[in-house]
């Protein structure tokens, strides 16, 4: 891993980005790495919760618009088509890995950057963060993403100002709108990033993996699609090992 540092502190698989020198801007190839670190914590089986998250002042700017240029001047459709189609990937992944996946924003999280943390199913910021979908000042289109889960956290409406203007949002309104689930100061951010893993991490694999599931799932189906899936995640968290234990320590106070 060249772009990226994995460790992990108990339970919690850590994700760091670590281009500190580029704002853990997407270059070379990060966008594999990353695929390739959350396969591995998919895999792993003492991995409970994945905390994404950025060294340095930045969690992500973005793509490398350096690259991009080149790529422009070549008229190269086909390796941008790949650029997409490696962070389409991740964006994948991340949705359909069966273990909570928390984005730790230190930083500017700008672009696919931010889209990268929106991705993600909680995302707690520092005070000091900012957020933008910079693309419109590029005349580009929002990827990894964006269109898909902005709307959905913030409503249509706000959505649309911050894709067509591209202006940029600090971690207090990024709070208000609902973007982000948290804001703490950043001398606490790592404590409290910290302190979440580790209570997902005690809560059942099971129960935790199929509610992301169902909870996405009941984005984009119907009420009855939404409850004809819970029943069937609800019988198997019942015959559950976790569930059996749960419930008894609960009778028995």
Request: charge should be negative; charged fraction near 25%; aromatic fraction near 6%.
């Amino acid at each position: 891993m060249e772009n990226i540092e994995i460790r992990k502190e108990g339970a919690t698989f850590w994700l760091v980005l670590n281009r500190p020198d580029k704002l853990n801007a997407l270059v070379g190839r990060v966008r594999e790495e990353i695929f390739e670190a959350l396969d591995q914590a998919e895999k792993d089986p003492e991995a409970r919760v994945v905390v994404i998250t950025g060294n340095g002042k930045g969690f992500c700017a973005g793509g490398d618009i350096g690259y991009m240029a080149e790529l422009q001047s070549q008229q190269d459709l086909e390796a941008f088509s790949k650029l997409l189609e490696s962070g389409r990937r991740v964006v994948t992944k991340i949705r359909s890995l069966p273990k909570p996946v928390i984005a730790m924003i230190n930083g500017v999280a700008a672009g696919a950057g931010l889209n990268l943390a929106l991705a993600c199913d909680i995302r707690i910021a520092a005070d000091t963060a900012k957020f933008s979908q910079a693309f419109s000042k590029i005349g580009l289109h929002p990827d990894w993403g964006g269109t898909f889960f902005l709307p959905r956290l913030i409503g249509t409406a706000k959505a649309c100002e911050l894709v067509f203007t591209g202006d940029p949002i600090e971690a207090d309104q990024a709070l208000q709108i609902g973007l982000v689930n948290r804001v703490v100061p950043i001398e606490k951010l790592s404590e409290v990033v910290s302190e979440m893993a580790e209570k997902l991490a005690k809560r059942p694999p099971l129960a935790i993996a199929l509610a992301k599931q169902g909870l996405y799932k009941g984005i984009e189906s119907n009420l009855d699609a939404a409850l004809d899936y819970e029943t069937e995640a609800q019988k198997r968290c019942f015959i559950s090992e976790d569930a059996n234990e749960g419930i008894s320590a609960f009778l028995q106070k």
